[in-house]
């Protein structure tokens, strides 16, 4: 008996310890008003513990909880089912280009933490919750191509935070409310409801007596917009900074596991040793399968024809074998004092670094007059010159290219980072260090270069001029290096990446900023669409803010308060799920 006890108290226990989170079984509610005619929440199973693996779901990761919400393009019919007020830390609620009916429902007000509502392109109807304003940290709304009607609700002019508001084609009607963050939107957030008038529309509102009418909303005191602007940066810090809690905390976890396996990599390095009286031939893990003789020979027979580039540390050649393998090599000009020994041990262990995302270092030859460092030749150059050597008609490459490129790269920093034993700072990360293969697949280079070739006290006087704008303040002041000031180079090259500007562009520097502090100011002032190049014609809103946010976050003054480089990481991956029109149809094509 004591024991039929035992056990079934046992099993009540375990059964507890294996259910499905609250916000799962809220999740479960969801699905089941919805049409999932492709199946794509398949994986949404109430026998899981929790939802955070699930299809199009993103969890905090230190308690389970749902951050994020993304199954754009998915063909989901049905309506959103009232249960997604139990999701009450959920930030990112992303349902465009589906086929949802029936209403907005109210309860949606109900998770406050909401940031992102993209509900494009649905046949949503009714109006837009009353109580709207109580999502106070909400930064985008997108509600554009619904069914949409009825008065636009002042309470949306509360939402300090608002940056992006689009409620075009659909049959809002009345007074466009002309205060709070209502009245920094143009007419451009409001096209195709031909019943909508105020000031934002430049169309006067009428009674039917043909007079304009009294403005219903002009009791609400215009001061609060003078207030705004500090309001929003407060309030965006103060998020951020939680955020960046949250995840330090699981990343300190993570990485403790991490460094465990990260010590055993460094297995030995097989090398061939070629030695001549003076000339040497080092290659890294049998990575160059030529004949020593064939590889020096051509080595030494580079010259000024071959020439594809040069850089800080010396020119780079081309290097083209007998059966056309082509590597790039580069010769290096000066070098630190110090024994032979030590250069090429410390080579050896940047030769023992692969990832897909950086530059492989294959072999290190020594002949009489010089040094040379031999790489994968990659086809298309580098980021700097796709990105400035064209003109300003022409697009060099699309927003999802550049997408690709931003994930590529921080991929390359963070194994550096976090995955290499000791690790490695970059140092001199730039647009003219991540060059490009004929996928445009990004690969990171010179890591670890810097280091070996220049001397710490002579750091200032090496900035070469191109790697001024991406230098931490706290880097320039001390010459001290750390992971955090790579982060802040990445961060300028996501601007890079964003504005197809160089950080020492005319354009800030002229108004005495640099780059960091003009987005600063233009998302001070709105001006989200002046930020992004204007050759990038596919550039959607939704991957653009991500990016600026994770921009704003590595280019934080305080390094303390700047993100590791895996955080950067996970953020890009989580939030970069949401594919834009244009990977839409790539995708469709795939399915055909
Ligand atoms: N592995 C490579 N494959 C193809 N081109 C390269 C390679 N490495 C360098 N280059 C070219 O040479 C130029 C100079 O390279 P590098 O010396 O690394 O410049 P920097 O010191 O400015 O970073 C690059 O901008 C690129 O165009
Ligand atoms: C789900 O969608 C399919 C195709 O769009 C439709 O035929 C079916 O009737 C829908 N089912 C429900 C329950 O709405
Ligand atoms: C609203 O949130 C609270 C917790 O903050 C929760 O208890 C409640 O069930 C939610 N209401 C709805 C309608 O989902
Ligand atoms: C949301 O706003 C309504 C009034 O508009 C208020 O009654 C309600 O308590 C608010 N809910 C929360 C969770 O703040
Ligand atoms: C608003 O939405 C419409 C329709 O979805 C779109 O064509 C338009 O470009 C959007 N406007 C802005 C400013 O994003
Ligand atoms: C929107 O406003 C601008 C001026 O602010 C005007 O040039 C443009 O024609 C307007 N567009 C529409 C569709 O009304």
Redesign the pocket.
């Given at each position: 008996m004591k024991w039929a006890v035992f056990v079934l108290v046992f099993s009540v226990i375990s059964a507890v310890s294996l259910a499905l989170t609250e916000d799962g079984l809220a999740l479960l509610e969801l699905k089941s008003t919805l049409n999932d005619t492709r199946n794509v929440l398949g994986n949404w199973q109430a026998t899981d513990e929790t939802p955070c693996k699930w299809t199009g779901i993103a969890c905090y990761p230190q308690d389970q909880r749902v951050s994020s919400i993304n199954l754009p393009y998915m063909q989901l019919g049905g309506i959103i089912s009232p249960s997604i007020g139990k999701l009450t830390r959920l930030q990112r609620l992303a349902l465009h280009q589906n086929s949802l009916h029936g209403i907005i429902p109210n309860e949606i007000t109900n998770c406050t933490a909401l940031k992102a509502i993209y509900l494009r392109a649905n046949y949503l109807q009714g109006g837009i919750p009353a109580s709207i304003g109580n999502l106070s940290h909400l930064t985008i709304l997108d509600l554009s191509s619904n069914l949409l009607k009825g008065a636009i609700p002042s309470a949306v002019g509360r939402l300090t935070h608002l940056r992006h508001l689009n409620l075009s084609t659909n049959f809002f009607s009345g007074e466009i409310p002309d205060f709070g963050a209502l009245s920094t939107f143009g007419n451009i957030s409001f096209i195709g409801n031909s019943d909508l008038c105020g000031r934002q529309v430049q169309k006067p509102c009428r009674t039917s007596l043909g007079f304009p009418a009294v403005l219903p909303h002009a009791a609400i005191p215009a001061k609060r917009s003078s207030h705004y602007v500090k309001g929003v940066l407060i309030g965006v810090m103060s998020t951020l900074a939680i955020m960046l809690v949250v995840l330090l905390a699981f990343l300190w976890i993570c990485l403790l596991s991490k460094k465990e396996r990260a010590v055993k990599k460094y297995t030995e390095v097989k090398k061939q040793v070629h030695q001549e009286a003076s000339t040497k031939l080092i290659t890294f893990h049998g990575d160059l399968p030529y004949p020593s003789c064939e590889i020096i020979e051509k080595l030494e027979s580079l010259d000024e024809e071959d020439v594809?580039?040069?850089?800080?540390?010396?020119?780079?050649y081309?290097m083209v074998m007998n059966d056309c393998g082509t590597?790039?090599v580069?010769r290096i000009d000066r070098s630190r004092e110090g024994s032979d020994q030590v250069f090429e041990r410390e080579l050896e262990i940047l030769g023992s670094i692969k990832h897909i995302n950086l530059?492989n270092l294959r072999g290190y030859c020594r002949l009489p007059m010089s040094k040379l460092l031999i790489?994968?030749?990659?086809?298309?150059?580098?980021l700097?010159?796709i990105l400035h050597e064209h003109g300003q008609e022409e697009c060099p490459l699309t927003w999802n290219a550049r997408l690709k490129i931003a994930l590529g790269s921080a991929r390359g920093l963070a194994y550096l980072h976090h995955d290499c034993s000791p690790k490695i700072i970059h140092r001199?990360i730039?647009s003219?260090?991540i060059?490009l293969d004929e996928h445009l697949e990004p690969?990171v280079?010179?890591f670890g270069?810097a280091k070996l070739l220049v001397d710490e006290d002579a750091h200032v006087t090496t900035v070469?001029a191109?790697?001024f704008g991406y230098l931490a303040p706290e880097y320039l002041q001390s010459g001290i290096a750390t992971e955090k000031s790579d982060v802040y180079s990445f961060g300028v090259l996501l601007l890079e990446l964003v504005t197809g500007k160089r950080p020492t562009d005319p354009t800030f520097v002229k108004r005495g900023l640099n780059v960091v502090g003009w987005m600063n100011t233009l998302l001070r002032e709105n001006r989200l669409e002046d930020i992004v190049d204007k050759r990038c014609k596919d550039a959607c809103i939704e991957t653009v803010e991500i990016i600026l946010e994770v921009a704003a976050r590595c280019t934080d003054a305080n390094p303390e308060d700047r993100p590791t480089m895996s955080q950067v990481l996970q953020l890009l991956e989580q939030e970069l799920m949401s594919p834009c029109p244009s990977d839409f149809y790539e995708s469709q094509s795939d399915y055909s």
């Open positions: 594809v580039g040069s850089g800080g540390f010396g020119t780079v081309r590597f790039a580069k530059v790489y994968d030749y990659l086809a298309m150059g580098s700097d010159d001199d730039k003219s260090n060059l690969h280079s010179d270069l070469v191109g790697t």
